[in-house]
């Protein structure tokens, strides 16, 4: 516990020291994400209820802790906002299809010897489950990827606003593909960081690689990383284009000088 408080107490010091009141309210951002995350777990124990719709809000509210608490309500976080939402809706339907398809949901052989003790028949579709974990896996590269792209066109139409829909979109398009690569190797290094124990263990008991790749635990997070990886090349064209309809439509207003 000691170490946990050191730990947040330097990156708290540092967030500050470097981002100042943003720097702040990223940290506090942080703690507000896992509540929204506890919150919705509460909820997904009832079978009453949809797991994949309490998602959506709870996406909902993190993109809203992620953009409008930490970098305010202006141009560049509603743009960026409404883009992650359009994007998390339209891949859904694609999640939840593949989630069924390729059968990841529940837990594998590797996990269920542990939980043999207990009754799995707890009334929970598994399916709605493990579409809703790729879901809330996806929330936060889309909404960085989003403000990554809408922040640096709101600073090309600043100092060029005389500049074309077209060329703005081109602008934003160009700045997506720069940052596409980055996004998806981080999301595969941070699998591979997260699960080298397991790859490990795999290699221990002698697993072949046409049985790793077909392990459920396996497949089900490199599912969750191209899931992620087809997000964030959604998100770019969507906010590129949202982004350049919304400040050539208006102008330059006093909201693009935000």
Known sequence: MNAILLLAAILFILMTLIGGK??????????????VIIFVLFFMNDPNINPIIVTLFACAFIGCINLFFIN??????????????ITTVVLIVFIVIIAEKSMIQGFGEEEIEELSIFSLYIGVDFVKVAASVIIMSTIGAITDAAMAISSPMREIHYHHPDISRKELFQAGISIGKDILGTSTNTLFFAFFGGYLALLIWFKDLSYSPG????????????????????????????????????LVKRGNTSDTTE
Do not use: D, H, Q
């Not at 305010?72 to 939402?85: C, G, P």
């Not at 049985?211 to 969507?238: D, L, Y």
């Open 22 to 35: 943003k720097g702040a309210r990223s940290f506090f951002a942080i703690f507000l994400n896992f509540g």
């Open 72 to 85: 305010e309500v202006n141009i560049k976080t509603k743009t960026a906002f409404l883009a992650s939402i």
């Open 211 to 246: 049985e790793i790749i077909n392990s459920k635990i396996f497949s089900g997070e490199m599912i969750t990383i191209f899931c992620a990886g087809i997000g964030v090349t959604m998100v770019i064209p969507i906010t590129s284009w949202i982004t350049a309809m919304y």
